[in-house]
């Protein structure tokens, strides 16, 4: 079974530190993803990668920063943390496309952050 | 920008009854799959239908698909009180070949 696992469950932060959420994945899947969620809202993308070093900007992703140093771990980072970056930080990974299964995402279980 | 948009928001029914919540999108897809959702938790993926299918079944669930419209439904059938979870519809579109768009999510409630 893939397996996708998130560095903290739940996580309290201060306004203006620097946080750092990790995520890795143990199916050697070329496509990752964060997502953050908010009541109403659903799931919007941050930013995605679909390889090593390799990043894109997805619907919202002012106020954050990625980095993607090997394959299985996709970071994502808060330079400077603020209040309305309140939320829950889900992880995703996927294989291609055009392999089998290859459109599914698999996610984690979730960072539950607050930033007081 | 939101593709899907699930309707109702939030439904509430007896153990046994069968569950239908839709999901309208704007755009043109490759795929739309339904992902489920316990409180909390990340998401799992049920089902996937693509844009040249009209059905799909898995176990008790029932996915319907009308381009025409820009609408899906998930039918879950004879419902089970564990089955009481968010449920997101997320469309892969013609022109991403990774990405998925969510929506806001439907929160079935299943009383024993």
């Known amino acids: 079974d893939v397996k996708v696992t998130q560095s903290s469950r739940y996580l309290v932060k201060r306004t203006g530190e620097k946080v750092f959420l990790e995520c890795v994945q143990d199916m050697d899947h070329e496509n990752m993803f964060w997502y953050r969620q908010d009541p109403g809202l659903g799931l919007r993308l941050i930013y995605f990668?679909?390889?090593?070093?390799?990043?894109e900007k997805g619907d919202i992703p002012e106020g954050y920063s990625v980095s993607r140093e090997k394959k299985e771990r996709f970071s994502l980072i808060l330079e400077s943390a603020s209040t309305n970056q309140t939320s829950m930080y889900l992880c995703?990974?996927?294989?291609?496309?055009?392999?089998?299964?290859?459109?599914?995402?698999?996610f984690g279980p979730g960072t539950r952050l607050t930033v007081l | 920008s939101q593709q899907g948009e699930e309707d109702p928001q939030a439904l509430s029914i007896q153990e046994g009854e069968n569950a239908t919540m839709n999901c309208s999108y704007k755009?043109?897809?490759?795929?739309l799959q339904w992902y489920r959702q316990n409180s909390g938790r990340g998401l799992v993926h049920l089902i996937l239908i693509r844009s040249n299918e009209r059905e799909k079944h898995s176990g008790r669930l029932r996915v319907t698909l009308d381009t025409s419209k820009k609408s899906s439904s998930l039918l879950i059938t004879a419902s089970r009180a564990a089955d009481t979870a968010s449920y997101f519809c997320a469309t892969m579109t013609s022109g991403s070949a990774r990405q998925l768009t969510f929506g806001s999510g439907t929160q079935l409630t299943v009383l024993p």
């Open positions: 990668s679909y390889d090593v070093k390799m990043k």
């Open positions: 995703a990974s996927s294989s291609p496309p055009w392999t089998s299964g290859g459109n599914e995402q698999f």
């Open positions: 755009t043109s897809i490759n795929n």
